[in-house]
């Protein structure tokens, strides 16, 4: 009987175009070819009602059995295409390759010595606080000892928001906001961001500076130079040398800028093999930050009785500090973001 002999021939010929199915694409086709719903065995299943109600058993069975046959073949053919498929995936794959490591992040030369100098100070017993970018003419000028119209203001390229409104052109308004906010002693260091109108190779428009302050009864011009030079040998070495040159700054009195000497040359002024230094000029020396004792001015403007009270201040500019300690040539290192730049500081 023909059906059947069809249903027979239905396993050869699979078996056949298995043979030539190399792909799981080709083998889902031949899938639906002979067992869709409109497939091989579909269509011959069709032909069931033609068959007498004495035959159909039989084909039936025998139908049934084709289908299992047929599966087995298919499911068979599947599971080695797709072993093949992935023994080649792991061909590929060599686990003995070394792996990739992650990009390590970096901190910035100006953070690094932020955390240097503000971790000295807290071991002294400083503590560390933060005040606004944009500032009041108060509190940047006038309580610092510099009323409407007085000179220093020119020194300073203020950038403006408004008349009475600008970007902080340095940290000391930090001196006045920390002695209104608390009582003597009181000893902090400030870090952040200060603002002058000012661009060239050895001036950016935002740099960094820490203003420090210490405030008591007996604070003397003493303890300012020990406390200066003990910070000084602790960032650039226990053989530097510090010098106190008299200088002025409005709100302390009386004033002193502070050289190191030259950590490039050693203080020599020029380099072993006799080329001059460039970092000092051949002087030995560098100017590293500004000091003062606290003018009686500031402490009538924040109602401290100078009588009574005395004390220090100092503000550095970090990026100055960080230039020498690495030896970082030009300014403009430090705002360009360059990686190459950034990452040799781990
Ligand atoms: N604020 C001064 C400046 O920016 C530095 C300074 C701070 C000087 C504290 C004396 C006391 O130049």
Request: glycine share 8%; charged share 25%.
């Amino acid at each position: 009987m023909d059906l059947l002999n069809e249903l027979e021939s239905l396993v050869p010929e699979l078996e056949r175009g298995i043979g030539q199915a190399f792909s799981l694409a080709e083998l889902e086709e031949l899938r639906v070819t002979f067992l869709g719903r409109k497939g091989r065995l579909a269509q011959i299943m069709t032909r069931l009602p033609s068959l007498s109600p004495e035959e159909r058993p039989a084909v039936g069975q025998k139908a049934n059995a084709i289908k299992n046959s047929l599966t087995e073949i298919f499911d068979a053919r599947k599971a080695a295409l797709e072993a093949e498929k992935e023994a080649a995936q792991l061909a590929r794959f060599d686990a003995s390759l070394p792996g990739r490591a992650p990009w390590g992040g970096s901190l910035h030369p100006t953070t690094l010595v932020q955390e240097e100098i503000c971790g000295i100070f807290q071991k002294l017993g400083y503590d560390i606080a933060v005040g606004p970018e944009v500032e009041n003419d108060y509190y940047n000028f006038e309580a610092l000892n510099m009323p409407p119209e007085h000179p220093a203001r020119d020194m300073q390229d203020t950038l403006y928001i408004t008349e009475k409104v600008l970007m902080r052109t340095h940290t000391s308004p930090m001196q006045v906001r920390t002695m209104l906010a608390r009582k003597p002693p009181l000893a902090v260091v400030v870090p952040g961001k200060v603002y002058r109108r000012d661009s060239d190779l050895t001036h950016t428009p935002m740099f960094h500076q820490v203003e420090g302050l210490m405030v008591g009864e007996n604070v003397s011009f003493a303890h300012l130079r020990g406390t200066l030079t003990a910070f000084l040998r602790g960032v650039f070495g226990a053989k530097t040398q510090v010098r106190f040159r008299p200088s002025f700054f409005p709100f302390t009195e009386p004033s002193a800028e502070v050289d190191i000497s030259c950590c490039m040359c050693g203080g020599k002024g020029h380099h072993s093999n006799g080329e001059p230094c460039r970092v000092c000029k051949t002087t030995g020396w560098v100017e590293i930050l500004g000091c003062g004792m606290i003018d009686p001015a500031v402490f009538e403007a924040v109602g401290y009785d100078p009588k009574t009270i005395s004390g220090f201040a100092f503000g550095l500019g970090m990026e100055r500090i960080a230039m020498l300690k690495y030896g970082i040539g030009d300014l403009r290192m430090f705002f360009e973001n360059d990686v190459r730049f950034l990452s040799q500081f781990v």
